[in-house]
């Protein structure tokens, strides 16, 4: 399980969130720009931890509803 990994392979699980980070940003979220790893990987985690009943599923589904919730996209145009 990714939260039991984390304790285990910490740079391994924040490199992990970095690339689902950098694979989602302004597409299915929007992360400001000047946010940290360090914030990135608390809100994974927090997010995860107040989740346990979908820890099954995939890390990368989870880690990117942790960041469509806290960083969701706005349309300007409207």
Same mark, same amino acid.
Do not use: W
């Given at each position: 399980?990714?939260?039991?990994?984390?304790?285990?392979?910490?740079?391994?699980?924040?490199?992990? =969130?970095?690339?689902?980070?950098?694979?989602?940003?302004?597409?299915?979220?929007?992360? !400001? @720009?000047?946010?940290?790893? /360090? #914030?990135?990987?608390? =809100?994974?985690?927090?997010?995860?931890?107040?989740?346990?009943?979908?820890?099954?599923? !995939? @890390?990368?589904?989870?880690? /990117? #509803?942790?960041?469509?919730?806290?960083?969701?996209?706005?349309?300007?145009?409207?």
């Amino acid at each position: 399980m990714f939260l039991e990994d984390y304790e285990k392979h910490k740079p391994a699980v924040t490199g992990y =969130i970095e690339g689902v980070s950098d694979m989602g940003n302004k597409n299915l979220f929007c992360i !400001p @720009a000047g946010t940290g790893t /360090t #914030r990135l990987k608390q =809100i994974a985690l927090e997010y995860m931890q107040s989740h346990a009943d979908i820890l099954e599923y !995939p @890390a990368a589904m989870l880690i /990117t #509803r942790a960041f469509d919730k806290a960083f969701p996209c706005t349309d300007v145009s409207k």
